[in-house]
Structures are given as structure tokens and as C-alpha cells.
């Protein structure tokens, strides 16, 4: 069974920053696409970002902002995000794919989901 356990929400600024990390376990769970979902209060669970061994891929409303990456050693997946807007406020769920190598905006490709940390960007 593999877990997720986000960190780096918090409260800032719009035009902040902050940075998300989700650390996996266990280490097989290392090359396993890894994505980034939020859920603002009354909306769905919508797509942010996700990476692979070789590619990333954005949503268009976070595109410039936002940075995906890895540390496969740490086993784990960061989220960067600069000029953050209060429209990013949220619920961030990191998120793993254990059945393919090709990244996914979709939610129901993912297998297995962390418990979220919150984003809150004040204007």
C-alpha cells in the first residue's frame, strides 16, 4: 500500500509563495507518476500538475506559476507555486499512478491519494 503525506500549506499573501512537498512510501513507489489535485470549498477536485520519469504536464490556470518536480531519493514530489491568487486557494491532494508511466489529468487514474494540505491566499 503505498502512502502519501503532504506538507508546506499555510497561509500567504496573493503574490506569495510556497512549497508543497508529498512524501511517498515505500521506496517501490518511486517511479510511479505523481500528481497534484485541489479541491477549493463547494468546486470538484480539479487537476494541477503531474510528472513522470521524463515529462510534466500543467494546468492551463497554473501554467508559469507552478512548479512540479522530484527527489527520488527522498521519494518525493514538490509543487512550487509563485504569484500565488486567492483563486488557488484550496485543498492540495498529492496523488500516485502505479499502473502506467504517462502522466494523467484525470482523477480516476490515480490509485492512491494523500490527505491534503490547505492553501489559503488572502488578497
Known amino acids: 500500500q503505498v502512502q502519501l503525506v503532504e506538507s508546506g500549506g499555510g497561509l500567504v499573501q496573493a503574490g506569495g509563495s510556497l512549497r508543497l512537498s508529498c512524501a511517498a512510501s515505500?521506496?517501490?513507489?518511486?517511479?510511479?507518476?505523481m500528481g497534484w489535485f485541489r479541491q477549493a470549498p463547494g468546486k470538484e477536485r480539479e487537476f494541477v500538475a503531474a510528472i513522470s520519469w521524463s515529462s510534466t504536464v500543467y494546468a492551463d490556470s497554473v501554467k508559469g506559476r507552478f512548479t512540479i518536480s522530484r527527489d527520488n531519493a527522498k521519494n518525493t514530489v514538490y509543487l512550487q507555486m509563485n504569484s500565488l491568487k486567492p483563486e488557488d486557494t484550496a485543498v492540495y491532494y498529492c496523488?500516485?499512478?502505479?499502473?502506467?508511466?504517462?502522466?494523467?489529468?484525470?482523477?480516476?487514474?490515480?490509485?492512491?491519494w494523500g490527505r491534503g494540505t490547505r492553501v489559503t491566499v488572502s488578497s
Open positions: 496523488a500516485a499512478d502505479g499502473d502506467t508511466l504517462v502522466v494523467s489529468k484525470v482523477r480516476w487514474a490515480y490509485d492512491y
Open positions: 515505500p521506496r517501490s513507489s518511486s517511479g510511479y507518476v
